[in-house]
């Protein structure tokens, strides 16, 4: 009867640690803020079908506002691969996140290839800005998104991101169709 008891403890202690490393609440836990919170009361934003944890990329969005700010519509637009990042500047993730970000596509290689967006949200939070989280499907700050030139969302990243991975990414999404045959 001892063994039993001791079994189910640890079982439970198991469950609930495992349940605190991958919900929503460890994501909020580790620094993200979510955005939802820090819209304006005068936007809505739309649930996600299903569970909204996992999503396929690419994936192609849509928008025929112009509601949205007007940088990222002419990056769209123009079919510019485009890199949007969310930030908190209350949070200090996200101002790692946004550093080490500003650092990969401030480099050579990239001037004539990007566009880099980066928006602050927050108690000032625009609604074109809230729009744009909502067109994006971003609910926590940092949040990053590469767009191709094709208007399909081909890397999302909430949370921290080491910078050689987003390099990694970005290079990827840019060089894909140049490469050497």
Same mark, same amino acid.
């Given at each position: 009867?001892?063994?039993?008891?001791?079994?189910?403890?640890?079982?439970?202690?198991?469950?609930?640690?495992?349940?605190?490393?991958?919900?929503?609440?460890?994501?909020?836990?580790?620094?993200?803020?979510?955005?939802?919170?820090? +819209?304006?009361?005068? *936007?809505?934003?739309?649930?996600?079908?299903? *569970?909204?944890?996992?999503?396929?990329?690419? #994936? +192609?969005?849509?928008?025929?506002?112009?509601?949205?700010?007007?940088?990222? #519509? !002419?990056?769209?637009?123009?079919?510019? =691969?485009?890199?949007?990042?969310?930030?908190?500047?209350?949070?200090?993730?996200?101002?790692?996140? +946004?550093? #080490?970000?500003?650092?990969?596509?401030?480099?050579?290689?990239?001037?004539?290839?990007? #566009? /880099?967006?980066?928006? $602050? =949200?927050?108690?000032?939070?625009?609604? $074109?800005?809230?729009?744009?989280?909502?067109?994006?499907?971003?609910?926590?700050?940092?949040?990053?998104?590469?767009?191709?030139?094709?208007?399909?969302?081909?890397? !999302?990243?909430?949370?921290?991101?080491?910078?050689?991975?987003?390099?990694?990414?970005?290079?990827?999404?840019? /060089?894909?169709?140049?490469?050497? $045959?």
């Amino acid at each position: 009867m001892k063994k039993a008891a001791v079994a189910l403890l640890i079982t439970v202690l198991i469950v609930i640690s495992l349940a605190g490393c991958g919900g929503p609440s460890a994501k909020k836990s580790a620094g993200n803020r979510n955005l939802a919170a820090s +819209q304006p009361s005068s *936007t809505t934003t739309t649930s996600t079908t299903g *569970t909204g944890s996992t999503t396929t990329l690419p #994936r +192609q969005f849509e928008y025929n506002s112009s509601s949205l700010p007007a940088d990222f #519509r !002419e990056a769209a637009d123009n079919s510019w =691969v485009t890199v949007v990042a969310f930030y908190d500047a209350a949070d200090t993730i996200s101002n790692k996140v +946004q550093d #080490r970000v500003e650092e990969v596509t401030a480099a050579p290689a990239y001037n004539d290839q990007i #566009r /880099y967006l980066s928006y $602050e =949200v927050g108690t000032k939070t625009t609604n $074109e800005i809230a729009k744009l989280t909502t067109v994006l499907g971003a609910k926590y700050t940092p949040n990053l998104t590469i767009i191709d030139g094709d208007r399909n969302i081909v890397f !999302e990243k909430s949370g921290f991101t080491e910078k050689d991975y987003f390099k990694h990414a970005l290079y990827n999404v840019v /060089y894909k169709d140049k490469s050497p $045959e």
